[in-house]
């Protein structure tokens, strides 16, 4: 017999006086970017990083839902996605409600993983919505000529090097582009309909990647009310209600690098390539967050 069983088991034996009638509600907390892969130096959002967690929160047999807390400013369109269908899989095999608080902001990927919440709660001044797709880039072709670099390609494929930064845009990979960013926006407001439902008002610019504050996306039907997490579970579930976080391991940067044991050369190049590459993420997230303000 699992120890959450024994537990219940003795609790029933146990006179109605000295019971606590009240109930755990396992808490996931979602901070951070949405990317594949995992970072260093930024604390990021995938598949990967989060499954464990879930798992290990809905696992809790006597709770009648999982609490998730999201601060996302988006990311991954595919990892946003296996997100949702992780949580929404898990809530329908374990048969649990599914609570959505949004902190600061949940836009873009942050909001697809926060639609799939039975109820999703937002600060009046949270940040919502965002429902759109964008690619950001850089060019360089005039930086190569002043330096007097010449860069050589030679592909097999007349679209392999398609939007090459070191090359001049081309309209026919503009269009490529924006037919791809269609598609993957159709999906993203496909899933918001088949969530949100009636709640959803009748505004143009609803999927058109414009955000707004927690107490207009109430009125949109973005979210299902506006408070915090601990005030809406005890109003639910009587003032007995205790939150349970589920934490992922603890010491997994310091392991990871191990610089103050004995170290190999090729140990520390390795740490060393790490930190520059880690400041290219630092950078990429520090920009999804200033969209907003943040």
Known sequence: MERSSVTSFFRRLLPKSMRSDGVTIPVVRLNGTIMAGGGQFRQNLSLATVAGLLEKAFALKDAPAVAISINSPGGSAVQSRLIFTRIRDLAQEKNKKVFVFVED?????????????????ADPSSIVGSIGVITASFGFPELLKKLGI???VHTAGSNKSILDPFRPEREEDIETLKALQLQVHDTFIDLVKERRGDNLADDPDLFTGMFWSGKKALA??????????RGFLKNRYGDKTQLKLIAPPRGLFGRRLALFGSQS???IAEAAGSVATGLVEVMEERALWSRFGL
């Open 105 to 121: 902001v949940a836009a873009s990927g942050g909001y697809m993983i926060a639609v799939a919440g039975d109820e999703i709660i």
């Open 150 to 152: 010449e860069r050589r």
């Open 220 to 229: 949109l039907g973005l979210v299902d009310g506006l408070g915090d997490m």
């Open 265 to 267: 050369e090729g140990r």
